[in-house]
């Protein structure tokens, strides 16, 4: 039926892509490198953070904790390193244990105790947020900040051979081991998920729970498993924060970042690929709003400035709700292509002051 | 003869809802046999069944595979003892394609990394193996009921499946797609399966099983030959009492045009038009059953009839008046009723009591109210007049209804769509779900309320059942009202063609002849 209309429907969509893609790359070019270099490198919560949610979600559990996983993650990290003095690395991976602690928990209080899904992220995110600051204080005597020049931040590496390439170099290599580490997780996502038998039984638990059920598939185990490996992608995203861009830990250092990865992986339909771009997007609208900031000859109003990430989220989240509407109306109008003639008849048929 | 299968006094307690499902229920089953289990809702057919697949753990008794003591806790166990089920609501992920639904849980696999080529080959194998053709590589979502079923046959096969378990297969095939699944259950069996299979069509029974297990109220009454049983003993069986099969009903005096539809356009929950094209109209003193294939438009018909769905073109007349774009409550005050499809979403609210389910589509009148007033007295005895009027035992006056029967809830139903005596009554699956006694009850009110002179419009899935009732049939299929033949010319397999959409076929057919 009607395949030449979707082939040359599908040919615009693709010109259009290739179209913006172009576009892109060109505005993209002619940005200045350092700040094409921080969106990639301030994408990492982001990237991280939205194949948290993935993860989750993909499995039937919309992961609404994030925000307090990825606070578990930034503080753990500063709170190891200041006392014990160890490599960075040391804070990143035992702010990924204690993410997938939360998580693990998070998948008991849930699956076990039956607490109602929305309550219990609302209680995690509130209960973390207020733990880090009591801890902080009677631990660490900080308040609002807890710095020590002992706490080192995350070294940044240098890529052998990619190093030299001009440009791609400059924009690729230089970047903390969370960084490339996060780019590895897409690609580990992606390949859990769509080639594994562990994957393939998540995203069946997902979409339909009694059908995996009925082959004898242990949900429990699987949600159980996919809340621990969301909160270690979290805790890991969170330690990105406090230790990868500063070596500080700060009250409520996520600062909204938990959601904003959520509406990354809604955004991408939940498609890691597609949340990995997404991600950078977004890096690149926090990035913008620091760069415009230091620069005060162009007068922009400072304000707008800082709320630029959240713009750019609620733009995301519009598209998608537009994107969901457009899917039904290319549906309706695929019927009237059918029916037109027929359609156009029964309308006719419509009464006078309708 | 070996026995496949032995049950023995299986019980099975539900202490929430206080229900004795199985009572001492023991039953064997032999190899390669297609052994029908019948029964009325609530019978224990499916508890006994869920038991052997491992879903539900009996209190007493113990099951037997080839002679041997088996303990089956989950459905894991089922598969392992070679048990397979295919659900009354298939279990399948619309998303995943048909080879990976057939493959899911046991994935051909390297270290955990499914191998894709292997899978399409084993699902294509199997289904040769078979004679059951599927294309392994499309979208689930993509392909009809039918063969979804295909699917879930195969699924269990997959598992090497020696017994199979089939909860009420044929209650969403047209009768062209339960022909051709009897011959895959003969098939079936006839490699040395054995089959066991839920249904409450009698028909279907006589026509395909060997022998035949009938349950009432959780125990087995008996086990016979199927070909030693006619239909009506299996209905007396059931019910424990003599039951009339054939509803009884005069001749129709059909009077002036109640309700006129035409050229009706109506969208669907997704804004794709559901209902395209459609006309029909009902006169006083006779019902109109609409038949076909679920999904084809008749929900959408009749929401747009009673108000609850927007019309996007055509006209509605309701003796003679346009009430195209009428409210609901101005249908109603005119004196439409409503039995709608869903009686405890839709019909009902089942977290309220008895007496506000039955005022609610009179409460804004004397004497149930004055000046905004609920005045209790009178609703509770409009109550009281519906529990008596319709002998619904287990009500009470300002009782909650919720754990109140099938059965039950819709003679409330009932009563407060029929009180008054209304001019259309539009009654949508109004027997769906329901045991063999209410159903009786429920088709001679429809009935009853014809011959006082009513207009029914009677939309059902259940082909019997518009047989029975309708004085005219019209069928339903893609939106579209394909014909409306009288009652008396329709036969089971001319109502099938057409539910399938193959009367244009046919039309075409002989155009071409003509040419």
Redesign the interface.
Known sequence: MNTQAQDSRRYIRLALTAIIVVVAILVLLNLPITLLQSSIRLATPYVLGSMAAIVASRAGVLNLAIEGMMLVGSFIAVAVLYRTGLDPLAGALAATVAGGILGMVFAILYLRIRINLIILALAVNLFISNATVYFMRTQFDAFGTLADPSIRALPTLTLPIIDQIPFIGQLLSGHNAVVYLSWIMVVVVWVILFRTQFGRHLRAVGENKAAAESVGINITRIQVFALTFSGMLAGLAGSFLSIGVLSQFVDNMTDGRGWTAITVSLFAFEQPIAAFFTALFFGLSEALSFYLQARPELALPPDLLLALPQIATIAALVIVALRIRAGELLKRREFAAQFGRELSKLRQGQIAGD | MSNAIELQHIRKYFASSQVLACDDVSLSVESGEVHAIVGENGAGKTTLMSILYGLLTPDEGQILIKDSPVRIT???DA?RNGIG?V?Q?F??????TIA??IM????P?RA???NVNSEAEQVRNLAESFGLPVNPDLPVREISVGMQQRVEIL?ILQRNAQILILDEPTAVLTPQEVREFLTVVRRLAGTGRTILFITHKLAEVKAIADRVTTMRRGRNVGTHFAKDQTIRDMANLMVGRVVTLTVEKGPAHPGETVLQA??L?VAGA????AV??ASLDVRAGEILGVAGVSGNGQTELVEAIVGMRPV????IRYLGQ?I??ALVRERREAGLAHIPEDRLTTGLNLTTNLDENVVVTSYQHKPYSQQGIFSFAPIRALAQEIIDKFAIKSARVGEPIKTLSGGNLQKIVLGRELKGDPKLIIANQPTRGLDVGSIEFVHKTLIEARDKGAAVLLVSVELDEILALSDRIAVMFAGKVLAVLDAKEATEEKLGLLMAGSLELHEANAERAHV
């Open positions: 989950h459905p894991n598969i089920m659900h609501h279990k399948l992920v619309p998303s995943f990976q639904n899911l849980g046991i994935e696999n955990g990394f499914i699924k035409e050229n356009l997704d804004g794709i038009p395209f094209g996007d073109g055509g006209t346009n195209t774009h």
